[in-house]
């Protein structure tokens, strides 16, 4: 994203650290000031390298490195962090060297085509330092450790574990901050009768500059060329792109909009896209942030007697509990996770999802956030997106890739778990003790969405009624058989074998589903 002036400048003098991709390094490389711009070159810091192992992109990369390797400027080691998602495979660890090596052969096996393939086997031999990910409150490690010999991963005992031993909202005798580990009943309660907001100011919005500009012509001109096609609406940055502005979105958020988080930080209303929400898993994920100056600033505010106990609790309970808990089960699980598809799902996504106009008022105001503001809350994501592509049966992977690439927090570590295991229960039950399916009753209850919608949620058969409320009873039929097992949904499967329509409502449901796929819902 750097300005052509800018880079132009950086051939003259370069700059102590540069950030660079495969691609760019390769043209770095082939410019014939080369060898002055990286004479002085002492390290190369690989990050993020699992996401480059059989690709053109990681042979790419191999070739830079090796002809580095060759010149003058030759790094004396390669510093990789960890993070590397190869070097867990099947749960057999994988040498660094053996992947780097891996690039070599492959060198060898192409030819010459660089001019510097005969000394690549020598020039990738480079010493090798694994930096421990710091990012988070809980490395993969411990919770293997903290895992280990349990009959269950519950979130809830993952979440205390991680309360006490960080001393997060924990009193000096040990016990937590206002008398209870767990407000989560404070705070589901539904938006204010006849509310448009919760009162609460809207989330830091930055100021933008020469960069953003400069961002948006390369954008615009790509887009042009065909080369990538952006998603969602070219309105103004919303989000923060520096540390500084980070900061000052933490500040905004911890001041005026936790005090009203809690309560209501399930609650869905159409003209308040943010509500009382932090906004700030984006700057976590790509390190502007760390977890604990986030959760200390929550609690220092609790303590000052600024923030009340159930919203300090609910939202350090996202950070140390629930982001902290799917980035360790993303590891846990392994790479076959992916593929686990239980309930048999193989529905491609709805054209809705892809841009086609819809009647579901909730579906059509989340789409319509996520198009203007690439986020949306956890409730949107779970109760309306992933429940409607739970009842429906959409293919897990492909809902994955969607919400991955549409999500301003998106990566395959945040969506693979919470999609697979929370949303579309594929994984059996091994995240989440129940699949999170529910009708247009909740949907009404804690939201503004079903005022003035095309569909009746009270309804189960008939051209208006609910596609939510139509699906979830022709969904605990449809697994009946699975369900009536888990004690948690036993009840509402012998609900639905109760119901005298029945085959009437399973009926509507085929109907339903293929108005879904056609996108005329």
């Not at 060297?97 to 005969?118: H, T």
């Not at 404070?186 to 919760?198: I, Q, S, V, Y």
Request: glycine share 8%.
């Amino acid at each position: 994203d750097t300005p052509t002036a800018r880079r132009q400048r950086q051939r003259h003098a370069p700059p102590d650290i540069l950030l660079t991709t495969p691609e760019q390094l390769s043209l770095l490389l082939a410019h014939p000031r080369a060898p002055q711009m990286l004479g002085n070159l002492r390290t190369v810091v690989l990050d993020e390298l699992h996401a480059l192992f059989n690709s053109k992109r990681g042979d790419l990369l191999a070739l830079g490195l090796a002809r580095l390797g060759q010149g003058e400027a030759a790094p004396g080691r390669a510093q990789v962090a960890q993070g590397l998602r190869s070097l867990e495979t099947r749960g057999k660890r994988i040498r660094l060297m053996e992947q780097l090596n891996r690039y070599a052969q492959l060198l060898e096996e192409v030819g010459d085509a660089a001019g510097a393939v005969s000394e690549s086997r020598k020039a990738l031999a480079l010493e090798a330092e694994l930096v421990r990910n710091d990012r988070f409150l809980c490395h993969p490690s411990d919770f293997a450790e903290w895992a280990s010999g349990k009959k269950r991963l519950t979130m809830e005992d993952f979440y205390r574990w991680q309360r006490i031993r960080h001393g997060v909202l924990v009193e000096p005798d040990g016990e937590p901050s206002g008398g209870r580990w767990n407000f989560d009943a404070d705070n589901r309660e539904a938006p204010p009768r006849g509310a448009t907001t919760l009162g609460a100011p809207p989330p830091f919005h930055p100021t933008e500059d020469a960069i953003d500009a400069s961002v948006r012509e390369d954008l615009d001109r790509w887009t042009r060329e065909g080369l990538v096609a952006p998603l969602g609406d070219d309105g103004t940055r919303w989000f923060a792109a520096t540390r500084d502005e980070a900061l000052v979105a933490l500040d905004t958020f911890v001041r005026t909009r936790l005090p009203l988080f809690g309560p209501h930080e399930d609650a869905m209303l159409t003209a308040s896209w943010h509500l009382a929400h932090g906004l700030l898993a984006q700057y976590l994920n790509i390190g502007l942030l760390h977890p604990r100056e986030v959760v200390e600033a929550a609690e220092a505010a609790y303590r000052a007697g600024r923030v009340p106990i159930a919203s300090a609790e609910g939202f350090v309970r996202q950070v140390v509990g629930w982001r902290e808990y799917v980035w360790c089960l993303y590891w846990w699980f392994g790479p076959d996770y992916v593929s686990q598809n239980v309930l048999g799902a193989d529905r491609p996504l709805p054209p809705a999802f892809t841009g086609t106009p819809t009647k579901m008022r909730c579906v059509a105001s989340t789409l319509q956030t996520l198009h203007d503001h690439s986020w949306a809350h956890h409730i949107q994501r779970l109760m309306v997106l992933g429940n409607l592509a739970l009842l429906a049966g959409v293919d897990p992977w492909a809902m994955t890739k969607w919400m991955w690439a549409g999500f301003v927090d998106g990566a395959e570590w945040v969506m693979l778990p919470n999609v697979v295991g929370m949303a579309l229960h594929a994984d059996g039950g091994r995240m989440a003790t129940k699949p999170y399916a529910a009708g247009g009753a909740y949907i009404d209850r804690m939201s503004d969405y079903c005022g003035g919608c095309a569909y009746d949620r009270t309804a189960r058969t008939g051209a208006d009624a609910c596609p939510f409320t139509t699906l979830y009873w022709d969904f605990l039929a449809r697994h009946a058989e699975r369900f009536v097992r888990n004690p948690r949904m036993a009840q509402q499967v012998r609900a639905a074998e109760r119901l005298g329509d029945l085959p009437a409502v399973r009926e509507r449901a085929v109907e339903v589903l293929g108005l879904l796929d056609a996108g005329l819902l």
